[in-house]
């Protein structure tokens, strides 16, 4: 029989440095007001160079969930990492973590789904683990933004949305079978590949690594179409969790906590509304934080779990959309 997957430990992880939206108007033309208004945004964290990587942050975090699980690097079997913005063009950032926290010669893999790619790295753990090959899996989300944004006037449409951080999970098995993670599902649609892109360095411009690329922030700095992407992700959001409740024969009064990818609290807040729950039953912490991609969510239901807010036997469904487009959802038994 396949055995079900729980979640056995959070952390997370975020750098000290604080940037308000009164930081960012001495950068750039903008205002707290605005990005407030549009967002629900007031502050994001952004690294130190030389002190914080993808990977570092990474592995702080996933020290804390086995912390939390009350297990050891040893412990571990499998290593996934989220990211879009890895420390080297490759190797991935999985391996770093690895070597970080000197786990064994286990299999690390990285994962390049954006806002998506927890939820897709948490269902590809879940599949090891229901199968019986691997005992404990580390999930990591983990985003440098700070780094590689336009941080003038040009860049703000995108800017003042990004932030910095990283959180972990630790997938076991549990004899429990009606608790763990009851479903993932997963959808793309790469038609909309460059609503929410970064252009280099790859392969769509003449020269992979042409010098001149980085002085033009158009190829090296995330290019997004903040009307499209709104437009899909209310669509898509609503979509995915309801085919999450679908597949279990549940319906959205049995969710006890929604987590959505912190993208936009105008997102949250217009899916929340047609969705009819509470703000008791709906988490966000990207006033604080930003959109922290392939962080966010783990970063958030690590929150949520030490304000107990995710107590034992709570329905909680994670849902994302992002860049790709991708977009997914999972329902968990706590
Ligand atoms: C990005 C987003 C906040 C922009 O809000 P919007 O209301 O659509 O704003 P627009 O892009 O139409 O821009 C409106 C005006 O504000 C300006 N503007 C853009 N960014 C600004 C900023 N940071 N500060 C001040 N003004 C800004 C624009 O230049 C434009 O000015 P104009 O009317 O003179 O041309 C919104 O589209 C959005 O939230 N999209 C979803 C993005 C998202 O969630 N991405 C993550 C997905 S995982």
Redesign the pocket.
């Known amino acids: 029989m396949l055995k079900q997957t729980k979640i056995v430990g959070l952390g997370h992880y975020v750098p000290e440095t604080v940037v308000t939206n009164h930081d960012?108007e001495k950068m750039?033309?903008?205002?707290d007001e605005?990005?407030q208004e549009?967002?629900g945004i007031k502050e994001r964290r952004w690294f130190t160079y030389g002190k914080e990587t993808v990977a570092s942050m990474g592995t702080e975090a996933a020290k804390k969930a086995l912390d939390q699980a009350g297990l050891t690097p040893d412990d571990v079997d499998f290593i996934i990492l989220a990211t879009l913005s890895p420390d080297y063009f490759f190797p991935g950032s999985g391996v770093l973590v690895q070597e970080k926290l000197g786990i064994k010669e286990v299999g690390a893999l990285d994962v390049r789904n954006?806002?998506s790619g927890f939820l897709y790295a948490l269902s590809i753990g879940d599949q090891f683990i229901k199968t019986g090959m691997y005992k404990t899996v580390l999930v990591i989300g983990s985003e440098i933004h700070s780094h590689g944004l336009d941080k003038t006037t040009k860049g703000?449409?995108?800017?003042?949305?990004f932030g910095d951080g990283a959180g972990a999970a630790v997938l076991q098995a549990t004899d429990e079978s009606d608790k763990g993670i009851l479903s993932t599902h997963l959808h793309s649609q790469g038609k909309y590949a460059k609503e929410?892109v970064v252009i280099g360095p790859g392969n769509m411009t003449p020269v992979r690594l042409d010098a001149s690329n980085a002085e033009d922030p158009t190829i090296m700095a995330p290019i997004?179409n903040?009307?499209t992407?709104?437009k899909h992700?209310v669509t898509r959001f609503q979509e995915v969790i309801y085919e999450a409740l679908e597949a279990n024969s549940m319906a959205k009064e049995d969710i006890s906590l929604l987590i959505p990818?912190q993208?936009?609290l105008?997102?949250t807040q217009f899916i929340q509304k047609k969705m009819e729950l509470g703000n008791d039953r709906v988490y966000s912490n990207i006033q604080r934080y930003g959109?922290t991609?392939a962080a966010s969510i783990p970063i958030a239901m690590s929150e949520a779990y030490q304000e107990g807010r995710i107590k034992d036997g709570d329905l909680v469904c994670l849902a994302?959309?992002?860049?790709g487009f991708t977009w997914a959802s999972a329902l968990i038994r706590w």
Request: with cysteine; aromatic share 8%.
């Open positions: 960012l750039m033309d903008t205002s605005w990005i549009r967002t954006q806002c703000r449409g995108v800017t003042v949305i929410l997004m903040g009307g992407v709104f992700a990818h993208a936009n105008r997102i959109n991609t994302a959309f992002g860049s």
